[in-house]
């Protein structure tokens, strides 16, 4: 039997019976401004597994945008799913966030969202979605390129990123049992 983590500490996740990893399950937004919260259990980054890693956070996303759908959401947003205290490198998260969002478009339920939102919080995950997002969704009036942008963060930036980075807690080494 495969590890299941409490989707959300809340009343919802009473109704829930947990939620697997790679997976999403959504619930009522209760008193947030929105109609739906899709709750996703993003993976601890396996740096010697790293393709079941990323099959698990392709879940997450892919399973987000179906429930949205089905429920007749018209936008979703997504914040960058185990960049965090999971330890996934946002460098390799933000193109599979991306690419899972652009085939989703390209799909057949495409036209059912009218717009997503990819949420950034760190300059890391910044710079990994400003660094990606050209790749799968070009300007309008210029074709993808190739090269990287070096947009190096200031210094107060950098030291923001180190103050928040050192009040987080580590990284789990295991999944959390229910």
Avoid: W
Avoid at 58 to 68: D, M, R, V
Wanted: proline residues 7%; aromatic residues 8%; hydrophobic residues 35%.
């Amino acid at each position: 039997m495969g590890s299941h983590l409490s989707c959300f500490q809340s009343a919802a996740s009473l109704t829930l019976n947990g939620c697997a990893t790679g997976s999403a399950k959504i619930t009522g937004a209760y008193n947030l401004p929105s109609k739906k919260i899709i709750h996703a259990v993003g993976p601890i980054y396996d740096e010697l597994n790293p393709d079941d890693s990323e099959a698990k956070l392709a879940g997450c996303y892919s399973t987000s945008l179906k429930l949205a759908v089905q429920n007749g959401c018209r936008s979703i947003a997504f914040s960058a799913l185990s960049t965090g205290v999971y330890g996934y490198p946002s460098t390799e998260a933000a193109p599979v966030a991306v690419e899972v969002v652009r085939e989703f478009l390209d799909g057949e339920d495409g036209d059912k969202l009218d717009k997503i939102v990819f949420c950034t919080f760190e300059m890391k995950d910044v710079r990994a979605y400003n660094e990606t997002l050209p790749f799968f969704f070009p300007p309008d009036d210029q074709p993808a390129t190739k090269e990287k942008t070096e947009a190096s963060p200031s210094k107060k930036e950098t030291e923001e990123a180190k103050a928040i980075a050192a009040e987080l807690p580590s990284v789990p080494k295991s999944d959390p049992s229910q």
